[in-house]
């Protein structure tokens, strides 16, 4: 009593509808990826055509010039190069020890309930929009570091140039604390999947010996993680440079390179947002994509970097070595 | 699975009479379950010092979980439970104010898959005398414990080099090796040849014959003639279903291998080492 056709009818029945099923599903699926890829380049080369009347003009030594004044035609990146460099590091330098205590702590101490309801708070903070987060930067955090943290930091470490000076309410330190905020639950969630894919039987292994939990998080969870974690906190320094709304709402615009953490900078991303909309000349305009293109290989820089230290460093892949 | 062959219990050396011998363990109704599921119950039983000790019987008998009560590894299970007994040279392990730490360090434990660290030969055998504070001639210790686990030869050149890189077999005495490094009294071996091929498990076996002159194994296998070559004595688990058809492991015989191999106590016993079930 069986249903199933005989065996000669194997052959020359391709039903038309499925073949273009197939087809179809083979050519929107394929579509879609050249678009993604198709769309980058353009962008680049947008970016990269739009920028080519200040790089004929300055060529290279733009990176080097301090210089931003519209009168006189002269533009270079140096100020934004640099608020962008050390908001970025004050961020990872404050995000990183927290997203490790995050990770760990959903990783390998909490208990299931906590797991979920902490793990899922703690991805709750990178939804919360930039310019939200900006505004409470502005209204909140930005008073309560003028008014505790900065001359806290100068009471006891005033003796170093970057933390000496007036207290303000907005400047690089505040960017810096502001993109923190927003790096943690990239780190933390990336490390949290890479404590978990550690392998339960060296954790095992390491109890067995007589370890506590700190010396088999230390011996065993962390260093077998070690170029995750790396390429983890690469991945949120991609994020913290090239935020732009938030930080251009905090750090208090300034086309200078400061002493102190404390007074108002610019990254090149935050120079973008506060003069795109109200540029004067073309050459301004130019410059503008000048940083923007110098954002742009920042980025695809340290992203490939991320790509290559998980390749390269995998320590279970490479094991044989 | 074939019968006994009188050659492989006759290869016993000497005859253990626990009698002269001193109790490490002293199993008196233990008890264990996961969650509400009994695991094994009413094992009673004495591990003698110097003494292979051997654990057998079909899967899901509760063997593993036995032997990993004896140095606590259990507690790590959510939902774990423990009742009875289990004295450690007169001390209750699971006492009040006995530290895991403490227990571990002196019942080491070696598991089924070879589990050695991502790091050199050298640092696996080193990190936990490092982490105990037993710096001093670090590398005599790591020869030393190399050597203990016949592992040395092959390895010498090669300490610095990956612990991921050496065969399934070194891997595993490499964990030996590892859990020898601090000393401790007693060796756990859980199914240690299981994800061994055969030359690398005859070594694994040779291995255990060396080590009881200095320490107390005591090993699970689900291989009888594994067990009667390497066991001075031997306890069988069985799979015990109760009315409700609730399984639980029991402790059904425990005796000397030879004993236990050729002249069984028990029905149960007999039909497993006669391959008649399990």
């Known amino acids: 009593m069986s ?27 394929a579509g879609a990826s050249i ?6 380049v353009l962008i680049a080369l947008k970016v990269l055509r739009s920028a080519h009347l200040a790089f004929s003009a300055f060529g290279l030594s733009f990176v080097k010039s301090s210089a931003w004044d519209v009168n006189h035609k002269v533009f270079g990146a140096l100020p934004g190069l640099y608020g962008t460099a050390v908001s970025s590091l004050i961020a990872l330098l404050i995000a990183t020890p927290l997203a490790l205590a995050i990770a760990l702590f959903l990783s390998e101490l909490a208990p299931t309930w906590a797991r979920v309801l902490v793990g899922s708070l703690v991805e709750t903070l990178a939804a919360i929009p930039s310019v939200v987060l900006g505004l409470w930067g502005i209204l ?57 894919q550690v392998p339960s039987e060296l954790e095992e292994g390491a109890l067995a010996l007589g ?57 090149l991303a935050s120079k973008i947002v506060e003069e795109f909309q109200g540029y004067s000349t073309k050459l301004q305009l130019s410059s503008l994509f000048y940083l923007g293109a110098i954002l742009l290989v920042i980025g695809l820089v340290t992203n490939l970097f991320a790509q290559l230290i998980v390749r390269r460093f995998d320590v279970y892949r490479t094991g044989a070595r | 699975m074939a019968p006994m062959r009188p050659v492989d219990v006759a290869a016993q050396t000497e005859p253990s009479t626990p009698q002269s011998r001193e109790t490490v363990f002293d199993i008196q109704g233990l008890k264990a379950s996961y969650g509400s599921n009994v695991a094994v119950k009413g094992v009673d039983l004495e591990i003698y010092r110097n003494l292979v000790t051997a654990v057998i019987g079909p899967s899901g008998c509760g063997k593993s979980t036995f032997i ?42 070696v598991f089924q898959r070879p589990n050695p660290f991502p790091k050199t030969i050298y640092d696996n055998v080193a990190w936990a005398p490092r982490i105990l504070g037993l710096k001093k001639d670090l590398d005599e210790r790591v020869e030393k414990a190399l050597k203990g686990a016949a592992l040395w030869d092959e390895v010498k050149d090669r300490l610095k080099k990956s612990a991921l890189a ?113």
């Open chain 1, 3 to 29: 249903t199933l056709p005989a065996a000669s009818e194997l052959t020359g029945h391709r039903r038309l509808r499925d073949w273009i099923g197939d087809r179809l599903l083979l050519l929107l699926t």
């Open chain 1, 35 to 40: 678009a993604a890829v198709a769309l980058i």
């Open chain 1, 140 to 196: 909140v955090l930005g008073p309560i570091a003028a008014n505790h943290l900065e001359p806290w930091l100068s009471r006891w470490f005033g003796w170093l140039q970057v933390f000496s000076g007036q207290p303000s309410s907005s400047g690089i330190l505040i960017a810096g604390l502001i993109l923190a905020i927003m790096v943690v639950p990239i780190i933390a969630s990336i490390c949290r999947e890479l404590f978990l």
């Open chain 1, 211 to 267: 370890a506590t939990r700190w010396e088999m998080v230390r011996g065993v969870v962390l260093t077998s993680s070690r170029p995750g974690i790396a390429a983890a906190m690469i991945l949120g320094l991609g994020r913290a440079l090239g935020e732009a709304i938030a930080v251009a709402q905090v750090i208090g615009a300034g086309w200078t390179i400061p002493t102190s953490l404390f007074k108002p900078g610019d990254t």
């Open chain 2, 68 to 109: 990993r009560c004896l140095n606590r590894m259990n507690d790590e299970v959510p939902g774990f439970r423990q009742e009875g007994k289990i004295l450690y040279h007169g001390i209750d392990l699971y006492g009040d104010g006995v530290d895991q730490i403490e227990v571990r360090r002196r019942i080491g434990m």
């Open chain 2, 166 to 278: 050496l065969s399934g077999g070194q891997q595993q005495r490499l964990c030996i090796a590892r859990a020898i490094a601090i000393e401790p009294e007693v060796l756990l071996l859980d199914e240690p040849a299981s994800a061994l091929d055969p030359i690398a498990t005859a070594s694994i076996e040779e291995l255990m014959h060396d080590l009881k002159t200095d320490y107390t194994l005591v090993i699970v296998t689900h291989n009888m003639q594994q067990a009667a070559r390497v066991a001075d004595r031997t306890a069988f688990f069985s799979l015990d279903v109760d009315e409700s058809g609730q399984g639980a492991g029991v402790l059904v015989e425990y005796d000397e291998t030879g004993k236990l191999f050729t002249a069984p106590s028990d029905k149960r016993t007999e039909d497993y080492v006669t391959g008649r079930f399990g």
